[in-house]
């Protein structure tokens, strides 16, 4: 491990063990392990269909697994003590330090940028509208959408939808944000102010898991990356290692197409 990514990173937020899910019988999630710790951008690498957005479906418990364990600072999530799935109201308190940013922004079409924001802060954690606000407006400063908060969301770029979609997650405090191919319904020339937001967000050390088809973003900006493939984390590494010096043939002919 690098010193830099030892300095960067520290205990674990979140740990996955054994996670399995399968659906109609057919097995989609294998048994999957990794952790994150506090800081670590964590890029997520695949071929489409081989378990990634199911893999962060179950790590935010919006499914439940039919196998594994998930640990958030150490204590399973999702469960009872005696492994038996938790009633919603449990479930939606579980939540809350897991932010998930979606490949479609899914923005209240009817509210603007700023209600929008506000919305889970009002009606989640029943903060007092003036506060509210206050902490919308500052996370929209974040991504850099100050000039647009009054706008609605068929008055914005896909970028610029998507930035309020990551502001939207960020006034909850999350410990932990997972990114599901954030930049994948973009225009190309979107994508870079929205890569530039989550590169900003990593400097400033939050903890990020993020699946996405940007090998820059995976190369330049993670610490760890992961190859999914079948159900499975195939390989995980370092960038430059799993660039330069796979250990997996699949991984080599899934990066030689992805280029
Ligand atoms: N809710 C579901 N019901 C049935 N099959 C599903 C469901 N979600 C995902 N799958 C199947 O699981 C496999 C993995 O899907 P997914 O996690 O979306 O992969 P990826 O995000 O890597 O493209 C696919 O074959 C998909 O059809
Ligand atoms: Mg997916």
Redesign the pocket.
């Known amino acids: 491990m690098s010193q830099t990514l030892l300095s960067r990173t520290g205990t674990a937020v979140c740990e996955v063990r054994g996670l399995r899910k399968a659906?109609?019988g057919?097995e989609?999630l294998k048994g999957v392990d990794f952790s994150l710790r506090h800081g670590e951008v964590k890029a997520v690498l695949?071929?489409?269909?081989?378990?990634?957005?199911?893999?962060l479906?179950l790590a935010a418990l919006l499914?439940h697994a039919d196998g594994g364990e998930i640990l958030l600072n150490g204590e399973r999530m999702g469960v009872d003590g005696r492994g038996r799935p938790l009633p919603e109201s449990r479930l939606a308190l579980q939540r809350r330090p897991m932010g998930m940013v979606f490949q479609s922004f899914n923005l209240f079409p009817h509210l603007n940028t700023i209600d929008n924001v506000m919305l889970a802060l009002r009606r989640v954690k029943g903060t007092a509208r003036s506060e509210a606000r206050e902490i919308a407006e500052a996370m929209l400063e974040r991504v850099g959408l100050t000039e647009r908060r009054f706008a609605f969301p068929s008055e914005l770029s896909g970028g610029q939808q998507q930035r309020v979609a990551i502001a939207r997650a960020l006034v909850m405090s999350p410990q932990v944000l997972l990114f599901?191919?954030p930049t994948s319904a973009l225009d190309p020339e979107l994508v870079r102010e929205v890569l530039a937001v989550m590169e900003s967000l990593a400097a400033d050390g939050m903890t990020m898991m993020v699946?996405t088809h940007e090998l820059g973003f995976a190369r330049h900006v993670a610490d760890t990356v992961a190859v999914?493939h079948e159900?499975r984390i195939l390989e995980e590494g370092p960038p430059e290692q799993i660039f330069t010096d796979p250990a997996e043939d699949v991984t080599r002919r899934f990066l030689l197409q992805a280029l």
């Open positions: 659906y109609a057919t989609v695949g071929p489409s269909g081989s378990g990634k957005s199911t893999l479906r499914e599901d191919e699946v999914f159900g």
